[in-house]
């Protein structure tokens, strides 16, 4: 039996050393992807802004900012004509520095980044906040302060602060915004400036930035703050809805 072992063992071993097919197949090996981050940040009419400024709104009012949340879900890239959704939540903070959402993506080339402002239905009503592990934006301590109850759902948008009727004078009237519920749901679409091309393994930066003033000017709409200063719309209404509309159009995009 041991005479006959050795052949074979022998001629295995040459197989291998040869390179036989036997041992190959033709499964095709997936490029590692590239990886982008989504960074975040803030603007007053064109101009950098961190919370607790003051500054002036479009009627001449002196407001401050305070407070500036929002639910963003999910973040895509569109590649040749198809969405590739990379992000499924973040909650933006701007509160906190340097705000960011990171995203692994196949190598390819990109001309356009999609995300939806708030939560789409699926993920909103009808949760509950404690079925999700402590480190995840919807849960009881990651989205605290963004849920109003386990029916209702989440609050997509905080927008707070306070703000004077006359220049010169203290800010003590209260700034108030809370959007929210399921036909509140915006999707915003960004074309890039230029092909966003991305290599295996490679590291790539995206900016979004938000210009808080336009939450209360747009082209076809304004919020005079001295007639509405405040809404906390878990049951939906107008005023929430005009402000989703008018964020939709307060974002622009650069590559870096």
């Not at 097919?21 to 499964?27: E, M, P, V």
């Not at 592990?133 to 707070?160: C, D, Q, R």
């Amino acid at each position: 039996m041991t005479a006959l072992r050795l052949p074979l063992a022998f001629s295995l071993f040459i197989l291998v050393l040869t390179g036989c097919d036997w041992f190959r197949t033709d499964t095709p090996v997936e490029p590692l992807p590239g990886e982008v981050r989504v960074n975040f940040e803030l603007e007053w009419q064109g101009e950098s802004y961190a919370l607790e400024q003051v500054v002036t709104d479009h009627n001449g009012y002196p407001i401050r900012l305070d407070n500036l949340q929002l639910y963003v879900a999910p973040i895509g890239f569109r590649q040749e004509g198809e969405w590739v959704e990379t992000v499924d939540v973040s909650l933006v903070d701007f509160s906190i520095h340097a705000q960011k959402a990171s995203a692994s993506i196949a190598a390819g080339s990109y001309d356009a980044v999609r995300f939806g402002m708030g939560l789409p239905p699926e993920i909103n009503t009808d949760i509950d906040p404690a079925s999700y592990p402590n480190s995840h934006p919807l849960s009881v301590i990651g989205s605290a302060g963004m849920f109003w109850t386990w029916a209702s759902g989440y609050i997509f948008v905080k927008y707070e602060g306070k703000f004077a009727l006359e220049q010169g004078t203290q800010l003590l009237e209260p700034v108030s915004y809370h959007c929210g519920t399921d036909p509140s749901y915006r999707t915003v679409t960004l074309e890039l400036p230029s092909a966003l091309m991305v290599e295996p393994e490679g590291e790539y930066n995206v900016t979004l930035t938000l210009d808080a003033a336009k939450a209360l000017e747009g082209t076809n709409d304004s919020i005079d703050l001295a007639v509405d200063p405040v809404t906390h719309n878990a049951q939906g209404d107008s005023l929430g809805g005009r402000m989703m509309n008018l964020l939709v159009d307060a974002w622009k995009i650069r590559l870096e």
